[in-house]
């Protein structure tokens, strides 16, 4: 069982700040996706990345996918509240599923 | 345009009963894959069909089932519900087998 470990797993921290949310794995995966889950909801898609080495941007959030492919790292700058929520990694082994992490469930203070 | 669409979004069971849950896809998608989330915790993969062919199976009982219909839509069926089955039933659709657009999900209580 591929299995992705996302850290840490509980994240509470003042409007302003800056933080990183990582996902590690011991397997190589073709690509990565980031979604961020409201309560209640379906994860919606934040960004997926596919060559080691990538860095994506997407406003505050940059994605970083390792150099080995099997890791992944979110850093959110200057977070708000709008950002709280759950964040999942999940990795693309071959394109027949889909491995979720543990999540990251992040709460932004006003 | 329209999202994936789920229903019921809602639902409570009783053990032993029998669910079906559908999954109406993005248009232009004929991917479809099934994930079970306990509170908590991530998604956990349980099918995917791609082209109305099962692609994938996770690690769950014969209980589990599905299928993906000419029109791409798809049901899920669970047989002899536990109350462990109760958990978040999301679907996702996608132009391909790696593509994953979720819908809302059904939240499924089994009483």
């Known amino acids: 069982t591929q299995l992705l470990e996302q850290s840490p797993q509980f994240l509470s921290i003042q409007e302003g700040e800056n933080l990183t949310v990582y996902c590690n794995s011991s397997s190589v995966f073709s690509s990565l996706q980031w979604y961020r889950q409201e309560p209640g909801e379906g994860p919606v898609l934040l960004v997926t990345v596919v060559t080691g080495g990538e860095v994506k941007k997407l406003k505050r959030l940059t994605f970083q996918f390792g150099d080995a492919r099997k890791d992944s790292s979110l850093h959110i700058t200057a977070a708000q509240p709008g950002d709280t929520g759950l964040y999942l990694c999940?990795?693309?082994?071959?394109?027949?599923?889909?491995?979720f992490g543990t999540g990251t469930s992040l709460t932004v203070i006003p | 345009d329209a999202g994936v669409t789920q229903s019921p979004t809602h639902l409570i069971k009783t053990r032993g009963q029998h669910v079906t849950l559908r999954c109406s896809p993005i248009?232009?998608?004929?991917?479809v894959s099934w994930y079970q989330q306990v509170l908590g915790q991530g998604p956990q993969f349980i099918f995917q069909?791609?082209?109305?062919?099962?692609?994938g199976r996770g690690n769950f009982p014969d209980r589990f089932s599905a299928r993906q219909f000419p029109n791409y839509s798809s049901e899920l069926n669970v047989n002899a519900l536990l109350l462990g089955d109760s958990a978040l039933y999301l679907c996702a659709t996608g132009t391909s087998p790696a593509e994953a657009f979720f819908g809302q999900g059904t939240r499924l209580t089994v009483v």
């Open positions: 069909y791609y082209e109305k062919e099962e692609r």
């Open positions: 248009s232009g998608h004929k991917s």
């Open positions: 999940a990795g693309d082994d071959t394109g027949n599923q889909f491995y």
